[in-house]
């Protein structure tokens, strides 16, 4: 088993939709839990973090965490054209700084 | 401004080439990532860097090898023993720390083509 599954899609939505993308692991030991955004041929940036288990919020992105499931979501409410990228998650368990990373989903959300 | 950079933004190697590509920071950050992304794959570990003159191995480290003489610069060399080098390239860093969790900041990546 993987240790970071995720859909790698890609997933189409109108503008203005809810938007869920998820992952799940495998390493109870997994304590940071990262959703990056990149696009098309550029690095990766930080969209949220979480630790351990919970929701975060950050405007119309919500980051949430199940560890008994091991299961981690990110939902974007009111989706923009601006938000077409990649999504990837991504783990570790903090005291290495050793990210490992799903596949990532590519969104596209049209006009 | 601080930041990462990497160069060149797209590298043309022949086969049989060794390849360079530079990336450099003045975050002073302690830590340095080397990634690999192909379509579909996500982002693969190929070597990190958590002192100067010290480094280790990721997941997928054969084909490739890395320097660490200064804390800014990480240099990546794609050796021809890379039988499938044509990938996009991420340098990452981050700033250190022992218990807490530390975001990995990336550069702009460069993309290898093989002809």
């Known amino acids: 088993q993987k240790e970071v599954e995720q859909d790698p899609g890609p997933l189409s939505v109108p503008e203005g939709a809810i938007v869920s993308l998820n992952c799940t692991y495998s390493n109870s030991a997994f304590q940071y839990f990262m959703w990056y955004r990149q696009y098309s041929r550029k690095g990766p940036e930080l969209l949220m973090y979480?630790?351990?288990?919970g929701n975060k919020e950050d405007g119309r992105f919500t980051a949430q965490v199940d560890k008994s499931s091991k299961y981690i979501s990110l939902f974007i409410r009111d989706s923009q054209p601006s938000d077409s990228a990649t999504y990837l998650c991504?783990?570790?368990?903090?005291?290495?700084?050793?990210?490992?990373f799903g596949k990532g989903m590519k969104l596209t959300v049209n006009p | 401004d601080g930041g990462i950079t990497q160069s060149p933004k797209y590298l043309f190697r022949k086969e049989g080439q060794n390849v360079t590509l530079s990336c450099e920071q003045n975050?002073?950050?302690?830590?340095m990532y080397w990634y690999r992304q192909d379509p579909g794959q996500g982002l693969r570990l190929i070597y990190y860097s958590q002192i100067v003159n010290d480094f280790q191995k990721g997941d997928i480290a054969e084909g490739y090898s890395v320097s660490r003489e200064k804390k800014e610069s990480f240099p990546l060399t794609v050796t021809s023993a890379q039988k499938n080098p044509t990938a996009f390239y991420l340098c990452a860093s981050v700033d250190g720390g022992v218990s807490s969790y530390n975001e990995q900041f990336f550069g702009p990546g460069t993309r290898l083509t093989v002809l």
């Open positions: 975050l002073n950050h302690d830590a």
């Open positions: 979480t630790y351990s288990s």
């Open positions: 991504a783990h570790t368990q903090g005291g290495s700084e050793k990210l490992v």
